[in-house]
Each structure stands twice: as structure tokens, then as C-alpha cells.
């Protein structure tokens, strides 16, 4: 009973943290861009089909891992600066058009390029088998996964909070105009946010690569699951991201012991519950300073 | 009071026009500020004052005539270039970071500079004792007066500033403080800042001032002295609505 707690746990704590990875990408990018950006789920699948394809080329996950979110930062770098920088003074609905747009796309040369069926990056083999403690045992690879997606949110927490660069992101996303008027050029900031939440969108698929599936729909899959979490934790706020991605990531894996057909419905009671008491979501209005 | 402006213009914004989307705001325009001087721009609600500094600091470009600073055209640049040519604007409202503490308020501005900034957060605290006090309170929760004083202070980390924009410094704040942001804004100037100032407490700014422009529905109406402005009691009145 308790080892079954504990793994669920794990397995929940896991997955919410590379739900982090994502949500937060996607929180920043609104937060500082205003752009509700449903591209995002797409870079996730690109990342995860990236990394398949170096992963079975180079035969290195390491590589795939390295190398596959850069490909992701790239195609970032030509949405944001070819298609959205023009857009940023209209109405919230071009965004939204031109992002499902490019979400579609990508799906499309997906298929395209590397057929509809179902792929997995290999596992690398340092880290196959299982971990023993006592009775206990945990995959090894679902352990790496824990410790390096809580680790670089971890870091990515600390930079937000504390360096230049995380007060600049912040004075961005409260009053642009301003920041720009003191000598800094908020373009260039807004292309290094949008090509860093696509880096992180890309990670993240590498490394769930290979614990679920490879394939086309993955992208609309997640992008739902992170727009719930952004929504929970409060349009823009960078920690409700976090505190919710590992709610949700707990839901998805206890839910799954309860009623595994169900989860799905749990994660929308919870956000109907939860704007139901704070329309503005769990963090949305303490920083809506 | 010498009028340098003939001698030496630091600003000079000639013919021009801003419209926001269709509305036409500022018509034909023009404006010069000497190097060294104070030099208000006044009138009622709505005249363009603000309308007129955001077009100099290139936030709402202009859609006709030449801004130029020391010779240099100003136009189309992003304002970001605009304030590493040595322009600081100073928003009505103030506009601090209000979830970023005072300190990092100041850390941002500095951001943008290129030499080593320590040693003028030193002067800018040694200037601002009450920002030395509150360096880790959040702005947002600092008074009136002293969020000015943070947006002053921001204004000159950075790039080295000659030229301030100011818009309204004196609004929302009570009268004590008043006095005390004008002395800054005269301590300010005689360290050879120029200033070009926006106010509708058309008093203060007058005092303030060396010269002055009258703005009515965007169009300049009226060019003087601070001091000839002041003394017409019948102009203050008839532009101003200042018995």
C-alpha cells in the first residue's frame, strides 16, 4: 500500500515537473508577450520527433537530449521574429489564429516528413533497469527524469527570482513600453523568451520521448494539459505554472489509480473548482502588480 | 533670463505631426530646447503635452516633420536608441516596476548602460536618501513622492542623461513634496541636465522654467519666456485657466 503511494507519487511528481517544463514556457510567453501561444504543444512534438530522429541516427540520447531543443530554439527564433513581431499590437485573436496555425503546420510536415505511426526514442542504456531499495524498486530512467526536470526548474526559479536577467523578464512583463524607453530593447528580450519557452517545449518532449510515445497528436495532447495548468495557476504567473504543473502531475497519477479512464475529467473539475473561488487563478492576482 | 536656444538648441522638433490610429492630435508642431535650460510645455487636458514628449522619445512616432538632438535625426529610431542618445522620459504616473523592489527598479535602468554603474547607484542613493532607506520595499507599495523620486533616480542610471522629459512630476502629490521635486528638478538642471516639462500645475512649472510653450489642441499658441508667461495674468487665464 504505501510502496504504491510512493511510486504514484513519484511517478506524479515526475510527470508534473516536465509538465513544468512546458507550462512554464508557456506562461512567460504570455505573461510578457501576450501572446496565448498554441504553438507550444507543436515544439513539444518537434522536440520529441528531433530527438528520435538524432537519438536512431547518432545512436546518442545524450545527443538527442543536447541537441534536439536547440533545433526546437531555431524554429522558435523564425516564428517569432518572421510571423509573430509584426502581430504584437493587434488583437490577441491574430495570435491565436496564426499560433494554431503553425501548430496545424508542424503536425502536418510531422506526418509528412516521417509518417502517422507511433515512434519512441530509445532508452539510453545507462540508464535502463530499475532502482532497488529494499523491496522497493523505481525505473532508473524515470528517476533521471525527476531529478533533471526539478533541477533546471529549480534553476530557472532562481534566475526568474533573482538575476538581471529574471528582473528584466519581470519589468517586461509588467510595463514594456517602460523598459524599452530605459535603453533596453524589448524586442530582442521578447525573441529570447519565445526561443527559450520553445527550448524548454523541446526538452521536455525528448525526455518524454521515451517514456510514452512519439507521435503526431502528442502536441494537442499536452498543449491542453498545460493551457489547464496556465489557467489554474493564473494567466502569467510563473510560479502558479510550477505549484500547478505538480498538482496536476500528482492528479494525473493518483487519479489514474482511482478511475484511470477519469483523469482527464479530474483535471477539468479542478480548474472549474479552482476559478470558480479565485476567477484569476491560484497566483493570477498577487502578481498582477 | 538669456534665451540660448538661437546660439545652441539641444532639442529641436520641427513641423510635426503624430496621429494615434485616425485621431490627428499634434498639428504642425514645433518646439526648440536650448542647451541648459528648463523649458515648459503647458496647457489644458487633452492639449497633446504628453502626446508631444512620446513622439520625442519615439514611442508614438511621428507621422510628419524631424525631431533632432544635437543635430542628430530622431526619427524612426525605437526608443530604446532614443534614451542611449542621452533622452530620459520620466512618465505621468511614474510608472515604476511596482512588484520590483526600489533596488531593482535602479538594477534595470543601469541594465542598459555601458560603463561600470556602481559608483553612480552610490551618487543616486547618496542624492536619494529616502531610496537608500527602502532599497528592498517593493515599489509599488512606496507613497506618491517617493515613487517620483524612484522614477527620477531610474531616469538617470543608464545611459548618461542630458536631456529629461518630464511629464506631469508634480500630479497626485501634495504640495510639500511638490516643492521638494522641484528642487530636485533645479538641482538636476544645475548639473547640466536639460529638461523639457509638462505640467498642468502651470504655476510650478513656470517657476521652474526659463522658457515657455503654450499647447492648445496640438498646436503650439503661444512662445515666451517663463517669466513674461507668468507676469500676463490675462494669458494665463485666457490659455491656462489660472486666475
Redesign the interface.
Known amino acids: 500500500m504505501v510502496e504504491t503511494i510512493v511510486r504514484t507519487a513519484l511517478l506524479g511528481i515526475q510527470y508534473g515537473m516536465t509538465l513544468a517544463l512546458i507550462a512554464t514556457g508557456l506562461t512567460l510567453i504570455f505573461g510578457m508577450l501576450d501572446v496565448i501561444n498554441f504553438a507550444h504543444g507543436a515544439l513539444y512534438m518537434l522536440g520529441a520527433y528531433f530527438g528520435w530522429v538524432v537519438a536512431s541516427t547518432l545512436g546518442s540520447f545524450w545527443l538527442a537530449l543536447l541537441l534536439a531543443p536547440l533545433f526546437v530554439g531555431v524554429v522558435g527564433v523564425a516564428i517569432e521574429v518572421l510571423s509573430l513581431r509584426p502581430l504584437y499590437d493587434r488583437n490577441p485573436l491574430y495570435h491565436i489564429l496564426l499560433t494554431f496555425g503553425f501548430a496545424i503546420m508542424i503536425q502536418g510536415a510531422v506526418v509528412e516528413l516521417w509518417g502517422g505511426q507511433t515512434k519512441q526514442i530509445a532508452e539510453p542504456a545507462s540508464l535502463a533497469g530499475t532502482l532497488t531499495i529494499g523491496s522497493f524498486d523505481y525505473p532508473m530512467y524515470r528517476l533521471f527524469v525527476l531529478v533533471v526536470s526539478t533541477l533546471l526548474i529549480g534553476v530557472i526559479w532562481l534566475a526568474v527570482e533573482r538575476s538581471d536577467l529574471g528582473i528584466l523578464m519581470r519589468a517586461s512583463a509588467h510595463d514594456s513600453e517602460m523598459v524599452d524607453a530605459l535603453g533596453i530593447d524589448v524586442s530582442k528580450v521578447f525573441t529570447g523568451v519565445f526561443v527559450f519557452g520553445a527550448v524548454l517545449a523541446g526538452f521536455a518532449g525528448v525526455l518524454l520521448g521515451v517514456s510514452r510515445s512519439v507521435n503526431p497528436g502528442m502536441g494537442f495532447g499536452i498543449i491542453i494539459e498545460a493551457f489547464v495548468i496556465v489557467v489554474i495557476g493564473g494567466l502569467g504567473s510563473f510560479r502558479g505554472a510550477i505549484y500547478t504543473a505538480l498538482l496536476i502531475g500528482l492528479v494525473s497519477s493518483f487519479g489514474a489509480l482511482v478511475a484511470s479512464t477519469l483523469t482527464e475529467i479530474f483535471l477539468f473539475v479542478l480548474m472549474a473548482g479552482v476559478l470558480m473561488v479565485r476567477p484569476n487563478g491560484l497566483f493570477g492576482a498577487t502578481e498582477a502588480t | 533670463m538669456t534665451d540660448r536656444r538661437a546660439t545652441d538648441p539641444l532639442l529641436t522638433v520641427d513641423s510635426i505631426d503624430t496621429h494615434y490610429g485616425e485621431s490627428h492630435v499634434l498639428f504642425d508642431l514645433s518646439l526648440t530646447v536650448g542647451r541648459g535650460d528648463i523649458v515648459a510645455l503647458v496647457g489644458r487636458n487633452g492639449a497633446g503635452k504628453t502626446t508631444t514628449l512620446r513622439s520625442i522619445?519615439g514611442?508614438t512616432p511621428v507621422t510628419n516633420g524631424t525631431i533632432r538632438k544635437d543635430g542628430d535625426e530622431l526619427h524612426r529610431l525605437?526608443?530604446?536608441e532614443i534614451?542611449?542618445r542621452g533622452i530620459s522620459?520620466i512618465?505621468e504616473e511614474r510608472?515604476v516596476?511596482?512588484?520590483?523592489t526600489v533596488e531593482?527598479?535602479l538594477?534595470?535602468?543601469a541594465?542598459?548602460?555601458e560603463d561600470d554603474q556602481t559608483e553612480r547607484f552610490d551618487e543616486i542613493y547618496a542624492q536619494f536618501p529616502r531610496l537608500d532607506e527602502r532599497r528592498d520595499q517593493?515599489a509599488?507599495t512606496m507613497s506618491g513622492g517617493e515613487q517620483q523620486m524612484l522614477a527620477i533616480a531610474?531616469a538617470l542610471l543608464?545611459?548618461e542623461t542630458d536631456l529629461l522629459l518630464l511629464d506631469e512630476p508634480s500630479e497626485g502629490l501634495a504640495p510639500q513634496i511638490v516643492d521638494d521635486v522641484a528642487d530636485i528638478i533645479r538641482e538636476l538642471n544645475e548639473r547640466d541636465v536639460t529638461v523639457l516639462l509638462v505640467e498642468q500645475n502651470a504655476e510650478m512649472a513656470l517657476e521652474l522654467a526659463d522658457r515657455a510653450y503654450v499647447l492648445e489642441t496640438g498646436e503650439i499658441v503661444h512662445e515666451s519666456t517663463a517669466d513674461q508667461l507668468l507676469a500676463d495674468r490675462e494669458m494665463m487665464e485666457g490659455y491656462l485657466g489660472v486666475k
Open positions: 522619445m514611442l525605437e526608443p530604446h534614451r542611449k522620459w512618465p510608472r516596476f511596482g512588484s520590483l531593482e527598479n538594477r534595470l535602468a541594465h542598459s548602460g517593493k509599488g531610474r543608464g545611459p
